[in-house]
């Protein structure tokens, strides 16, 4: 085999590095969710998912079941191309309707993931913009990282929601040159909020566009579920909104939502859009259930008690005197400041205890902040919650971890 000892050596260094990633093989069961069966080498054991990004259970909704077996019955599988060449269904066009007009934008595109949208769209803009300055917060996802890379702008990182840092830059920068601020809203490992307004209010003045991605937010928060923008009232002052499929609405996809002509020129030039197989009939029509129906009093319902949970999972946590970390939203991680550890906790809690939860290591966050993260949800009781707290107690104490409780 050519070159195999290259691989061979990139894995070793991986592995050395604590980074070796093994995935955890889950049968879920519908209706069940989030209890899974798990296949181990000596068999297979029923499980309680606690790290899942279908943060509202609706990978199990019954409207959107319905929508892809009927989608599917009607369309077929595939999309059979790109959306250029025939892979435009009336699903697709029908939820970038939904999707703008939940954002309160006049255009949205889809996109084959949220990984995508963001790689895709920002590229792009870069080549829209000829002396473009992109400024991008320090904890942005690597998606946004890459696409600002491949954009050919010039690249400034500002500390993580630190606006005196952002503005410093600015003020560095030629006031003639165009500028774009990209941001997050609810940021995934600390689940901590991006300062929207004051971000916002900088762009206006020194005449930025700004780039939102509200993938751990849409679905979750606002009236409609339209994001923390929506909950701030500060979607009209977001150039660019994107987002995920994947994760609250439980299905698969990404997309932007943003005035018609930048959605025309993005739809027209970005290559990760063009090139590609569109997204399957069946997705775009379980996404389309799925983003109508958290617009109604049902997602109010379920984002409330979604918020509930959350509440009360940290404070089961603070009573046990675990070191549960400052968290304003829906994301529940759970300090423990060492990588072995950290990895023989999770594996502890899966094998002996049937409780899946990944650990989360560098380089995803930095060394001395390893953690567990926790997505509880509405599929989640409060007897899986004390069984939980339970187990964690038990292993912590056997891997000597008491001192940080
Ligand atoms: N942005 C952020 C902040 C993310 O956390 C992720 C996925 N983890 C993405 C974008 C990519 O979204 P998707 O999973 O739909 O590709």
Redesign the pocket.
Known sequence: MKHLKAFEDALTDIRDEGRYRVFVDLQRHRGNFPKATAKFEDGEREITVWCS?DYLGMGQDDDVLNSMHEAIDSFGAGSGGTRNISGTTRYHVELERELADLHGKTGALLFT??????DATLSTLGKILPGLIIYSDAL??A??IEGIRRSGADRRIFRHNDIEHLRALMENDDPERPKLIAF?SV??MDGDVGPLKELCDLADEFNALTYL?E??AVGMYGEEGAGVAQREQLMDRIDII?G????AYGV???YIAAHDTIIDAIRSMASGFIFTTSTCPVMAAGALASVRKLRTDDGRALRADHQAKAVLLKEKFRQAGLPVMDSVTHIVPLLVGDPEKCKALSDTLLFDFGIYVQPINYPTVPRGTERLRFTPGPVHDEVMMDELVAAILAVWKQLGLEEAA
């Open positions: 990004n993931s949220g990984y995508v949208a963001n942005n996802h998606s946004m997050e940021y995934s991605d993938v751990h994107e995920t499929l994947g994760k698969m996809g990404g």
